[in-house]
């Protein structure tokens, strides 16, 4: 019983992690280097933003040392990600479609 209560209490047990959320169509990647989600609940929807947040922080570091703009960085991380996604993982192409890859 205690087992079960402390599971309940650990947000983390239970935590969708990126990689599975590509694997089960829950998120996207897209050309701007951010990730959308494909499905509304809030498990995907926390995790796109939690993900976006991190990326949007990289991004700026990144165009800050090499003295270019944040969204330039992000569009070609975008390119880099969208190239490299997985077989079955889900990108939004440049017609603004999601696509199967």
């Not at 947040?53 to 991004?59: L, N």
Request: hydrophobic fraction near 40%; include cysteine.
């Amino acid at each position: 019983m205690w087992l079960i209560s402390g599971l309940l209490f650990c947000s983390q047990a239970f935590a969708l992690t990126l990689s599975e959320a590509k694997q089960q169509g829950r998120v996207g990647e897209t050309l701007s280097g951010y990730l959308a989600p494909l499905k509304q609940d809030p498990e995907s929807v926390a995790l796109t933003v939690k993900i976006n947040d991190a990326r949007k922080q990289q991004y700026t570091q990144v165009a800050r040392d090499n003295n270019v703009s944040t969204e330039d960085v992000a569009k070609l991380a975008g390119q880099k990600l969208v190239a490299r996604a997985g077989k079955g993982e889900y990108v939004r192409g440049i017609n603004g479609q999601w696509l199967q890859k």
